[in-house]
């Protein structure tokens, strides 16, 4: 993405600057950084100097801020030309739209201006109706409105009173179009507002699901927002009516003294007429963007709790390069099963039969721990899980042997992908499954990222919210999520290298392709060889590459290549070879960073290059979480009984509390209120997707498979 940093960029960093309180000069570095073709997750990591060290939320809030305010700065210059065009653009209109901050206020002040299909208004003026409008809005205490009126009647207008109502017709749209009018109503309304549905008539019996919804009513700004897609979603099926409106009252108290300034009759009419603008041209106009307001104001909730859910699951900790018996359950056609060794390559596919085969699974079990000195087995936990479960870890191995119940969401998905067949074009669907389930255990961001996120289930109310705003909010956690962990050069597939800064889908095949066709990569540098890397896609990569045992250890490190250079004056003024540096707490120790501060290398940059000498090749996704069992007495939701305490690992977090997987194949929810002994603002200050919780069973719904659980109870 490139955002101009020509004439106006100036003020347009200004208003970003001012819209997110962040310094103008970091966003105006931001911005100019983005026009030469950096990317979110490179000017966060390296380039700290220019922005004042802003994370990539920040940077990519820039981002999505300068579009934004630039949408609103075209609408302006759309408009502008236009009312030039047509040669009604005032100096004191003109001033009024260079004001206007949303493209909400240019609408207001274009309104009077937009061409119109024909309206009762303009029916009036065509009947001959303008002045008696002006006379009446003048509102002369002696004015009598019938007298006036009968002096325009005609064929058309036959009688005063439709001559006062063509004339309050005007008036009406006149006020509606009044721009400060209608700001002061919008104000109103972003105030006082309120949301309310309820049920259409002969649904109540078939939608029992939206039944909280039937009589429902809560002010806009207190509205959650999964309340406000689901009363949403509720309309779309036809279950739900909706009205966003504040008290009528309210609004026309407000309006009517604005316009009307006399006591006579013909402020009577004025009054009328403001009131007929308020109930039928401004509200509705102002409920469908309100509609859209607070919709816009969900989808961002929604979306962020998606993204930090998504974060959480592909920073979930690897277990790194070990051996895995990955079984994907199954009970009519058996276990599917596959054998992977240490970098993920599939050795040995088979069925297991435990149900009516069960001697020969066991023996089949240890013969492929034992052949492949399998170092973990990892089962799905879909359909029979629990029960393969059980079977394997009822298996004496003579060796401690790790069975981990495995999330599957997404292995189907992946299992029939383009990217799947092309892995493995000779193996059946269920085994690539299984493929799925035992690499997302050895690297589970390397596995995650060939799955489309919504396919993961970690979402709230996905499926309502705007589709290109949730793609393009989760595409930047996978990309920011990838850079951040750094991609082995050497072994990760074109889906994973795909996100790395600078690379993209396209430039990742090629990359593979070079590699299968040259073997391994032995330097960074190595990488401009591939047809279509050039200096800028290089610069905005490398960093994000790693290569183990390659011809520069400096290579298995954040350290950038274009401060290489750097790295060996420090290892020159300590008298040792730039290798030694990578690990060396002693030497690096005797650094002091303030002697390698330049004009183009400041204190932040130094600072970071001696922290990741000092940890080479760490992850960021260590966590230390103990290996989790779930409760071997609890198979399925019928087991449940109220007041049991089970541990659970938690799969999503909504706004409205977490669920958790207690081990019966239905999550149960933890309410908000039930999280913690204190005020929880939201569920995720409290726990976080992949945790280990134990929770207490507070009531089971069997009949409709729901499950009530608390933490704060669990002792």
Known sequence: MILSTGPGSTRLCRKVADSLSLPEESVTAVASLFGSGATVPFIARYRKEAT??????????????????????????????????????????????????????????????????????????????????????????????????????????????????????????????????????????????????GVVKGKAEDASVY?????????????????????????????????????????????????????????????????????????????????????????????????????????????????????????????????????????????????TKRTQARETVIRLCKTHAIDIIAIGNGTAGRETEKFVKGITFGRPLPVLLTSECGASVYSASAEARREFPDLDVTLRGAVSIGRRVQDPLAELVKIDPKSLGVGQYQHDVDQNRLAAKLADVVEQTVNAVGVNLNTASSALLSYVSGIGPALAEKIVAYRSANGPFRNRRELLNVPGVGPKTFEQAAGFLRIRGGDNSLDMTGVHPERYSLVERMAADLGVPAGRLAGSTELLKRIDPERYVSPDCGLVTVTDIIEELANPGRDIRVTGEEEFSFDSTVQEITDLTEGMVLPGIVTNVTAF??????????????????????????????????????VVVLAVDTARGRISLSMKRAV
């Open 52 to 197: 004042g060290s802003l994370d990539e939320v920040a940077i990519a809030s820039v981002r999505d801020a300068l579009i934004r305010i630039k949408q609103v700065d075209d609408r302006r210059g759309s408009i502008l030309a236009t009312l030039r065009e047509r040669k009604v653009l005032t100096a004191d209109l003109q001033d009024k739209l260079l004001a206007a901050d949303t493209v909400a206020e240019l609408e207001d002040i274009y309104l009077p201006f937009r061409p119109k299909r024909q309206t009762r208004a303009s029916v009036a003026r065509d009947r001959g109706l303008a002045p008696l409008a002006a006379v009446l809005r003048m509102q002369d205490v002696r004015l009598s409105p019938e007298a006036a009126a009968a002096t325009f009647l005609t064929p058309e207008v036959p009688t005063a009173a439709d001559a006062l109502a063509g004339a309050r017709d005007i008036i009406a749209e006149e006020i509606s179009e009044d721009a400060g009018l209608r700001g002061m109503i919008r104000g109103i309304y972003a105030r006082s507002a309120h949301l309310s549905s």
């Open 657 to 694: 509390g977490a669920f958790v997987d207690v081990g019966v194949h239905q999550d149960g929810l933890v309410h908000i209120s039930e999280l913690a002994d204190r005020f929880v603002a939201h569920p995720s200050e409290v726990v976080q997707v992949g945790n280990h919780v134990r």
């Open 211 to 355: 039944a909280g919804y039937f009589a429902w009513d809560e002010l806009i700004t207190r509205a959650a927002s999964h309340r406000v897609l689901a009363v949403m979603r509720g309309e779309r099926e036809g279950v739900l009516r909706l009205h966003l409106a504040p008290p009528e009252e309210r609004v026309l108290k407000e309006l009517i003294p604005r316009v009307v300034t006399g006591t006579g009759a013909a402020s009577s009419e004025v009054a009328a007429a403001a009131a007929d603008a308020y109930r039928r041209l401004i509200a509705p106009s102002l409920e469908r963007e309100f509609f859209n307001t607070i919709k816009e104001r969900a989808d961002t909730e929604a979306i962020s709790v998606f993204a930090e859910n998504l974060r959480h699951l592909l920073l979930a900790e690897p277990a790194g390069e070990k051996r895995v018996l990955a079984i994907d359950p199954g009970y009519r056609t058996g276990c599917k099963f596959v054998c992977l060794d240490a970098t993920g390559g599939v050795v040995e596919t088979g069925v297991l039969y435990p149900e």
